[in-house]
């Protein structure tokens, strides 16, 4: 289903990314469910937002890392393919 890239399964780069940022974001709510003030709460919120923002950004690297490398091996295959036929 996932492709080696660099050495690594994609499936586990993305699960790995992603089941440390759930982490990062129930503890950020957490944070902000037990802050006592407003600036805390705000300054909370932004580090979820950046994190989410974080996981959107390495979801989109890694499967566009993903999609280059398929595209790379269907070319090689190709010109293996005329190669042959020649």
Same mark, same amino acid.
């Given at each position: 289903?996932?492709?080696?890239?660099?050495?690594?399964?994609?499936?586990?780069?993305?699960?790995t990314v992603n089941a440390s940022l759930v982490v990062i974001g129930i503890v950020m709510l957490?944070?902000?469910?037990?802050?006592?003030?407003?600036?805390?709460?705000? /300054?909370?919120?932004? *580090?979820? +937002? =950046?994190? !989410?923002?974080?996981? /959107?950004?390495?979801? *989109?690297? +890694? =499967?566009? !890392?993903?999609?280059?490398?398929?595209?790379?091996?269907?070319?090689?295959?190709?010109?293996?393919?005329?190669?042959?036929?020649?």
């Amino acid at each position: 289903m996932f492709d080696v890239i660099f050495g690594y399964n994609v499936g586990n780069v993305l699960l790995t990314v992603n089941a440390s940022l759930v982490v990062i974001g129930i503890v950020m709510l957490i944070l902000i469910w037990r802050a006592q003030t407003a600036t805390e709460q705000l /300054l909370y919120g932004g *580090y979820l +937002v =950046l994190g !989410a923002g974080m996981a /959107l950004s390495a979801n *989109y690297v +890694v =499967l566009e !890392a993903q999609r280059m490398n398929n595209e790379r091996t269907a070319a090689q295959e190709d010109k293996e393919g005329r190669e042959k036929a020649d």
